[in-house]
T-cell receptor
Framework: AQSVAQPEDQVNVAEGNPLTVKCTYS??????LFWYVQYPNRGLQFLLK??????LVKGSYGFEAEFNKSQTSFHLKKPSALVSDSALYFC?????????FGSGTKLNVKP | NAGVTQTPKFQVLKTGQSMTLQCAQD?????MYWYRQDPGMGLRLIYY???????DKGEVPNGYNVSRLNKREFSLRLESAAPSQTSVYFC????????????FGPGTRLTVT
């Protein structure tokens, strides 16, 4: 079965500190992994994706993600959090014609 | 360049009523999708369309129908609304299937009483 899991419902971090939002996956075949961000009352916005190649992927707004095949993880990271990063983050896996989403992690960045 | 647009933004229906949610994209994308978002459950795929003229069921298709009217437009119809269909509905499009990223509309908040 294909699935994506986000083990934390909420992550709290102080502004200026590094942040990590966790994602693990269970897929058959090659994993195509994505991160999206959702601001209140808005649709999801694409941040970054991993298809193949370098395990460290860089994306929009200073975010990056590390693909770890042995741990089946694809954690989202940012070296220095901003209050404006506060939002709902979704990890996703795409397999040919279907996409599977995690349940989402709410990131709270406090001043 | 509007991206993905959805209408209406909000809708309240009574049980048994029908309605159609409209979606259009101006990015010349081949693939389009309908999702529902419920608290704590992420997004669940209702239907998708690989290309103009084709549609397929996703994870939760019961109670819904879709039409890919042309390359730009993909509509979602609720024939007989039920309270369990209260949700936020998102349309999305992508250049093609995975590994291409999806672009999402702003959503339709539907309440069925």
């Amino acid at each position: 079965a294909q699935s994506v899991a986000q083990p934390e419902d909420q992550v709290n971090v102080a502004e200026g500190n590094p942040l990590t939002v966790k994602c693990t996956y269970s897929v058959s075949g090659n994993p195509y992994l994505f991160w999206y961000v959702q601001y209140p009352n808005r649709g999801l916005q694409f941040l970054l994706k991993y298809i193949t190649g370098d395990n460290l992927v860089k994306g929009s707004y200073g975010f990056e993600a590390e693909f770890n095949k042995s741990q089946t993880s694809f954690h989202l990271k940012k070296p220095s959090a901003l209050v404006s990063d506060s939002a709902l983050y979704f990890c996703s896996h795409g397999n040919f014609n279907k996409f599977y989403f995690g349940s989402g992690t709410k990131l709270n960045v406090k001043p | 360049n509007a991206g993905v647009t959805q209408t209406p933004k909000f809708q309240v229906l009574k049980t048994g009523q029908s309605m159609t949610l409209q979606c259009a994209q101006d990015m010349n994308h081949n693939s389009m999708y309908w999702y529902r978002q419920d608290p704590g459950m992420g997004l669940r795929l209702i239907y998708y369309s690989a290309s103009e003229g084709t549609t397929d069921k996703g994870e939760v298709p019961n109670g819904y129908n879709v039409s890919r009217l042309n390359k730009r437009e993909f509509s979602l119809r609720l024939e007989s609304a039920a309270p369990s269909q209260t949700s936020v509905y998102f349309c999305a499009s992508s250049r093609d299937f995975s590994p291409y990223e999806q672009y999402f509309g702003p959503g339709t908040r539907l309440t069925v009483t």
